[in-house]
């Protein structure tokens, strides 16, 4: 029993070890042509974005569906905090330009 738990263990663990050099593989390129696209926003959802990049050779070269829409999630995160920061900034900025512009007047 012990002898299988231990092949079972290692077999997974292989596995995860190759999934972690895929999506270090996969991760820059797919970053890289999500990027360049105008198309992609913070609020692309991976159903359009699958539909968008499907011939794309890129898009391609991650054949298993579930990391690529791992990478795709990853990458739009960073958009809506980017996001989320620019609207902070830019609410701050109206309010402390409303504020200078009350006390002038």
């Known amino acids: 029993m012990t002898w299988n738990l231990q092949y ?8 995860q070890e190759e999934k972690e050099a895929r999506l270090a593989k996969l991760r820059p ?5 999500l990027k360049g696209n105008p ?9 359009t ?6 011939q794309h050779p ?3 070269q991650a054949r298993i569906e579930a990391e690529r829409k791992l990478i795709f999630e990853e ?3 960073e958009l809506k905090q980017r996001e989320m920061v620019r609207c902070f900034m ?6 402390l330009l409303s504020f200078i512009f009350s006390q002038w007047i």
């Open 8 to 15: 079972t263990n290692g077999l997974r663990a292989k596995e």
């Open 29 to 33: 390129a797919i970053r890289n042509m």
């Open 39 to 47: 198309n992609v926003f913070h609020y692309t959802t991976f159903r």
């Open 49 to 54: 974005a699958d539909k968008l990049f499907a």
């Open 58 to 60: 890129i898009w391609q």
């Open 75 to 77: 990458y739009i995160a």
């Open 90 to 95: 830019v609410f701050i900025v109206s309010a």
